[in-house]
């Protein structure tokens, strides 16, 4: 059987503070301790907060752009960015909920190499096999609304391949590979909720799923060839515009325009067109965004 149960008392979190030391002694005031093969989901925000990773909320897009590597899709000033973390996020994770006014907070640095610093020091102390997930929030393609999922992770499996094996019917199974760490994420957060200040969830009963350091978040991302959805259907027109007439560094510059003209004037900036090629461009830019306001 699956359990589920997130402590009460962690309270805030500040810099410098040892995360370790906060968790065990939210599990003592409860008169909890973890057992072998318990698996800690533990919310990014305070992962954060520990390292000190806040700055002023004037600066948030300074940051978001600090913290990103491409954009993938940009809808005016909502921008879905692939982060130096290498994680397909809104606002490159920038967030500004459960902070104090005026402050905003960033991922953290390293969440995998958090989440063992985090594994490592509460099996030392309880003496047992647990394993640390470091969860965030994000939306789904395709799908409304938003689940958290592992951001990083030690001592867990965090995929499961069911290639090889067969069904009930003898089928043959050859591409399917259970996020396990993401759906521990996403059902850790039903018990920690956002509310509540109780950022930290204990599961157990999946102990088959605790394994030796190794595994890690990053091997949840798909990338390369792998993504089929590397740019947005706008983003990817704009991106093909722009190397078509030998600019491609201009990417980032011109995805954050929204106005038809101010695109066509920055893709065909010094370049000799003829007039049919520049129809061309215009009539690409108009079926990129076809809901233009």
């Known amino acids: 059987m699956i359990t589920i149960f997130a402590p009460d008392g962690i309270g805030e979190v500040n810099p410098g503070d040892d995360v370790a030391e906060v968790i065990i ?8 301790q973890l057992l072998d093969g318990d ?10 907060k520990a390292e000190g990773r806040f700055a002023d909320a004037e600066d948030r897009q300074q940051q978001i752009d600090s913290e990103t590597v491409r954009t993938v899709a940009r809808r005016k ?19 500004n909920s459960n902070v104090a006014p005026g402050r905003i907070l960033l991922l953290p ?33 395709w799908r409304v609304g938003q689940t958290d999922h592992a951001i990083g992770s030690a001592g867990v499996r965090v995929l499961d391949s069911y290639a090889g ?10 591409v399917t590979s259970v996020a396990i760490a993401d759906e521990l994420a996403a059902a850790a957060d039903l018990a920690k909720t956002k509310l509540e200040g109780r950022p930290v ?6 102990g088959d799923h605790v394994v030796a350091p190794g595994p890690s978040a990053r091997d949840l991302l798909r990338t390369g060839d792998e993504d089929l959805f590397w740019r947005g259907s706008r983003e990817a027109v704009l991106g ?21 003209d101010e695109l066509f004037a920055a893709i065909t900036d010094g370049v000799d067109l003829t007039d049919p090629v520049r129809t061309m461009i215009r009539t690409m830019i108009v079926a990129a965004q076809p809901l233009w306001p």
């Open 25 to 32: 002694a939210a599990l003592r005031q409860h008169d909890q």
């Open 39 to 48: 698996v800690l989901v533990v919310t990014s925000k305070i992962i954060s």
């Open 77 to 95: 000033s909502m921008g879905i960015v692939e982060t130096k973390h290498g994680l397909t996020q809104a606002g490159a994770g920038v967030d």
């Open 109 to 141: 640095v390293d969440s995998d190499a958090s989440a063992e610093v985090l594994r490592s020091a509460l099996s030392d102390h309880f003496g047992v096999r647990v394993g640390v997930i470091i969860s965030d929030t994000a939306g789904r393609v």
């Open 165 to 174: 094996r067969t069904d009930d019917y003898g089928n043959e199974l050859h």
């Open 201 to 206: 969830a204990v599961i157990r009963g999946v």
């Open 240 to 260: 093909a515009l722009l190397a078509a007439v030998g600019y491609p560094e201009r990417y980032e510059q011109v995805v954050r325009l929204w106005d038809r």
